[in-house]
T-cell receptor, first 111, second 114 residues
Framework: KQEVTQIPAALSVPEGENLVLNCSFTDSAIYNLQWFRQDPGKGLTSLLLIQSSQREQTSGRLNASLDKSSGRSTLYIAASQPGDSATYLCAVSSNDYKLSFGAGTTVTVRA | NAGVTQTPKFQVLKTGQSMTLQCAQDMNHNSMYWYRQDPGMGLRLIYYSASEGTTDKGEVPNGYNVSRLNKREFSLRLESAAPSQTSVYFC?????????????FGPGTRLTVL
């Protein structure tokens, strides 16, 4: 069974600092990995999807890397803003396409 | 496009009552999913439907039933609600067979069972 872990559970940084969010998974036989953002009381918004054959994906200030052999992914958010405050979820897709989620990292960016 | 829609947004039930959560997608996706999210835990898969006419159990199926009504709609039924089913329920859809197979989520249904 795939286990996905996100550490730390919560993170508080001053505005302008770069954010580094970690995700680890136990089974390297993955199809893809997705990073989501969730605002309080809201649904999930997909941020980035990395295919198992890729090493990284970038979108604006966001960059996600994937090291399948070591079972790790990292989401980098450059020059954080108060609007980046949210919970960030990592999810790994197994070869039958079902997603296994981490518990998330709750980020607070202080103005 | 509305994407993935869910009804209702909020619901309060008494123990033993039944209800159906509705989900619809307008992206012509072939696969649909039901997840639950509990505090401090990641989303857990309840049931999924890889294609119209098929349904399969996920990680936590006990106490739930599903129906894939057509390609657009996938409902989740609680036959006899229990306090342990208090949770936020999310529906998602994806297009298995595409390069990405990215899952898109609805806004959620917040269910409280008293």
């Amino acid at each position: 069974k795939q286990e996905v872990t996100q550490i730390p559970a919560a993170l508080s940084v001053p505005e302008g600092e770069n954010l580094v969010l970690n995700c680890s998974f136990t089974d390297s036989a993955i199809y893809n990995l997705q990073w989501f953002r969730q605002d309080p009381g809201k649904g999930l918004t997909s941020l980035l999807l990395i295919q198992s054959s890729q090493r990284e994906q970038t979108s604006g200030r966001l960059n996600a890397s994937l090291d399948k052999s070591s079972g790790r992914s990292t989401l980098y958010i450059a020059a954080s803003q108060p609007g980046d405050s949210a919970t960030y979820l990592c999810a790994v897709s197994s070869n039958d396409y079902k997603l296994s989620f981490g518990a998330g990292t709750t980020v607070t960016v202080r103005a | 496009n509305a994407g993935v829609t869910q009804t209702p947004k909020f619901q309060v039930l008494k123990t033993g009552q039944s209800m159906t959560l509705q989900c619809a997608q307008d992206m012509n996706h072939n696969s649909m999913y039901w997840y639950r999210q509990d505090p401090g835990m990641g989303l857990r898969l309840i049931y999924y439907s890889a294609s119209e006419g098929t349904t399969d159990k996920g990680e936590v199926p006990n106490g739930y039933n599903v129906s894939r009504l057509n390609k657009r709609e996938f409902s989740l039924r609680l036959e006899s609600a229990a306090p342990s089913q208090t949770s936020v329920y999310f529906c998602a859809s994806s297009d298995i067979g595409t390069v990405n197979n990215e899952q898109f989520f609805g806004p959620g249904t917040r269910l409280t069972v008293l």
